[in-house]
């Protein structure tokens, strides 16, 4: 089934340079981009995308990476695009992921881990509504 999930390539990925190999696995795994825009989150954009999170220890750490520097945030499209996502990304603890995954190429710890990706079909619809209007999606 085709659906959609909400990517981000986090500030530490844009800054080692590995923008286009991230989009170059998503293109190769089936998954095409619909929606792209690179942006410096604000820290309180940052606290309203992970604010499923506010309460946990990380969360003023995380809320200060991620509205760090520029960011690209993508939607993309794909029979089971959630799923894929997560498995191509690679556990959360880059240490901890699969050899072949996006955070075991490019992360370097568990909070600093190149990429988000949606966990499910609701924070995906959440998620994507929070980056993008409708217009700015094409497939
Ligand atoms: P996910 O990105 O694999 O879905 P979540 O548990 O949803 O992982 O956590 C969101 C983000 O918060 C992670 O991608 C990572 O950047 C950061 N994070 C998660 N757990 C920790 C931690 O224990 N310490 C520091 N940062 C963390
Ligand atoms: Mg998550």
Request: proline share 5%.
């Given at each position: 089934?085709?659906?959609?999930?909400?990517?981000?390539?986090?500030?530490?990925?844009?800054?080692?340079?590995?923008?286009?190999?991230?989009?170059?696995?998503?293109?190769?795994?089936?998954?095409?981009?619909?929606?792209?825009?690179?942006?410096?989150?604000?820290?309180?954009?940052?606290?309203?995308?992970?604010?499923?999170h506010k309460t946990r220890p990380f969360f003023g750490s995380l809320c200060d990476?991620?509205?760090?520097?520029?960011?690209?945030?993508?939607?993309?499209?794909?029979?089971?695009?959630?799923?894929?996502?997560?498995?191509?990304?690679?556990?959360?603890?880059?240490?901890?992921?699969?050899?072949?995954?996006?955070?075991?190429?490019?992360?370097?710890?568990?909070?600093?881990?190149?990429?988000?990706?949606?966990?499910?079909?609701?924070?995906?619809?959440?998620?994507?509504?929070?980056?993008?209007?409708?217009?700015?999606?094409?497939?």
């Amino acid at each position: 089934m085709s659906e959609r999930t909400l990517a981000i390539i986090k500030p530490d990925a844009v800054k080692k340079h590995v923008i286009g190999d991230i989009i170059h696995r998503y293109e190769q795994a089936g998954l095409k981009p619909v929606a792209i825009k690179m942006l410096h989150m604000s820290k309180s954009v940052a606290e309203g995308f992970y604010a499923v999170h506010k309460t946990r220890p990380f969360f003023g750490s995380l809320c200060d990476f991620m509205s760090s520097c520029p960011a690209v945030v993508l939607v993309l499209q794909g029979d089971n695009a959630i799923k894929k996502n997560r498995e191509l990304m690679g556990a959360t603890d880059p240490a901890k992921a699969d050899a072949g995954t996006i955070r075991k190429a490019h992360g370097a710890n568990i909070e600093f881990n190149a990429v988000h990706g949606s966990d499910s079909p609701e924070t995906a619809n959440f998620e994507i509504g929070y980056f993008f209007p409708g217009m700015e999606i094409f497939d």
